[in-house]
């Protein structure tokens, strides 16, 4: 089966950290631009980062910038997305898309993403901050 398969959420306090990852199956992630995304309930689904396959450039959505990581290893498959400085407004379902349009996040300084033009979603992995 085609899809990414998440893990490493957890319930923690503000001010913690998770280390998130997102194995790809069926496919080579390396093809792709792969993007970190997360819903909150009752919003739409948000892209927190993105990281290119054409030059490992990485994005981050201005509410997170400073505070995640993205990384990958193409050896094992698997993108991951470290968070540190956890507050309660990053309470979300994480999950990872890959990019079927292109392999570059952007072609300019701004990750100005198309949530449609990701695919192969996994179940995510849900992240919650307490106060």
């Known amino acids: 089966q085609v899809q990414f398969v998440e893990s490493g959420g957890g319930l923690v306090q503000a001010g913690g950290s998770l280390r998130l990852s997102c194995q790809a199956s069926g496919f080579f992630l390396d093809y792709y631009a792969i993007g970190w995304f997360r819903q909150a309930p009752g919003k739409e689904r948000e892209g927190v980062s993105c990281?290119?396959?054409?030059?490992?450039?990485?994005y981050y959505s201005d509410s997170v910038k400073g505070r995640f990581t993205i990384s990958k290893d193409n050896a094992k498959n698997t993108v991951y997305l470290q968070i540190n400085n956890l507050t309660p407004e990053d309470t979300a379902v994480y999950s990872c898309?890959?990019?079927?349009?292109?392999?570059?996040?952007?072609?300019?300084?701004?990750?100005?993403?198309?949530?449609?033009?990701?695919?192969?979603w996994g179940q995510g992995t849900q992240v919650t901050v307490s106060s």
């Open positions: 990281i290119s396959a054409s030059d490992g450039s990485t």
């Open positions: 898309g890959a990019n079927l349009m292109r392999r570059a996040c952007s072609y300019g300084s701004t990750w100005n993403y198309v949530v449609s033009d990701y695919a192969y």
